[in-house]
């Protein structure tokens, strides 16, 4: 199975931040990887597919970059709305993984 | 608006069976693939399962954790897939949602397996 380290687990930031949460796959991925957002009620949003491209309605303050096995997700300046829970999976082979998890804490 | 939602949860002793559903509505049913992906109490998610459509033979596909215990079918007339969980475990203790394709999620049922 293809191990995703994602880092930090946590990160205090404030209003207005950029910040970059990365992730790190055990083998080279292709560029096969997804960002997902999980508020505190456990509603589960999709981000970002294949590395870089933007889900239909989530505002452009994200972005998403990397390749090979090194990825990471950019959220420009940092909106109310952003502290929350974020993952990113793989789907280059089965089982699709996911990395552990970063909690965006407002500081 | 797609819509999908998780029903079946609880709080089951381990060596019990539980079947969870997942009703959706707002896409094509039929021809999606849906998978069923869990959160432990520690908050890692893990996949679980897989069902592909009808044009593939509606092949099935499991996480080593759970195969041979877990089955995942569905049922296009009601738009629905299942998960029938079966010789359950206290680590199989989770909120379990149902997706299609990691594009729309459910908001999750819990399932606690505790003697």
């Known amino acids: 199975d293809i191990q995703m380290t994602q880092t930090p687990s946590s990160m205090p930031a404030s209003l207005g931040e950029r910040v970059t949460i990365s992730c790190r796959a055990s083998?080279?991925?292709?560029?096969?990887l997804n960002w997902y957002q999980q508020k505190p009620d456990g509603t589960i949003k999709p981000l970002i597919y294949?590395?870089?491209n933007l889900q239909s309605g989530v505002p452009s303050r994200f972005s998403g970059s990397g390749s090979g096995t090194d990825y990471s997700l950019t959220i420009s300046s940092l909106e109310p709305e952003d502290f929350a829970m974020y993952y990113c999976q793989q789907y280059d082979s089965s089982p699709l993984t996911f990395g552990s998890g970063t909690k965006l804490e407002i500081k | 608006e797609v819509q999908l939602v998780e029903t079946g949860g609880g709080l089951v002793q381990p060596g019990k069976s539980l079947k969870l559903t997942c009703a959706t509505s707002?896409?094509?049913?039929?021809?999606?693939?849906m998978h069923w992906v869990r959160q432990s109490p520690e908050k890692q998610l893990e996949w679980v399962a897989q069902i592909k459509a009808k044009s593939n033979n509606y092949a099935t596909y499991y996480a080593e954790s759970v195969k041979g215990r877990f089955t995942i079918s569905r049922d296009d007339s009601k738009s629905s897939v299942y998960l029938q969980m079966n010789s359950l475990k206290e680590e199989d203790t989770a909120i379990y949602y149902c997706?299609?394709?990691?594009?729309?999620w459910g908001q999750g049922v819990m399932v606690t397996v505790s003697s």
């Open positions: 083998q080279g991925i292709s560029n096969y």
């Open positions: 997706t299609w394709e990691g594009d729309y």
């Open positions: 707002g896409f094509t049913f039929s021809n999606a693939w």
């Open positions: 294949y590395t870089s």
